[in-house]
């Protein structure tokens, strides 16, 4: 099992940046895939990027581009760098962790773009 933790979210102008961070604790944090889920008011959450065990990458269409996960094994942390913000990435953002079928579920970061 991991417990996941999101932060680094917060209201930046369009065309601002922001990293997000995923921290778990738990075991075999390796051995999971984490993915970054966003969800706007009234919209369905949508996938917008993973990284694989393998560091396997892939993004939402709406992101490809401007977005960026990586993770760091050691310090048990997935980062999502989100470049060229718009305000229409504005939504709260998730992470998860997968592992033979389970998944986990961080609380959430609120990501706010607008001038």
């Known amino acids: 099992q991991v417990q996941l933790v999101e932060s680094g979210g917060g209201l930046v102008h369009p065309g601002g940046s922001l990293r997000l961070s995923c921290a778990a604790s738990g075991s075999l944090f390796s051995l999971y895939d984490i993915s970054w889920y966003r969800q706007a008011p009234g919209k369905e959450r949508e996938l917008v990027a993973r990284i694989t065990s393998l560091l396997r990458t892939n993004y939402g269409d709406s992101v490809k581009g401007r977005f960026a996960i990586s993770r760091d094994n050691a310090k048990k942390t997935v980062y999502l760098q989100m470049n060229n913000l718009k305000p229409e990435d504005t939504a709260v953002y998730y992470c998860?962790?997968?592992?033979?079928?389970?998944?986990?579920w961080g609380q959430g970061t609120q990501v706010t773009v607008s001038s």
């Open positions: 998860k962790g997968s592992n033979h079928g389970a998944d986990y």
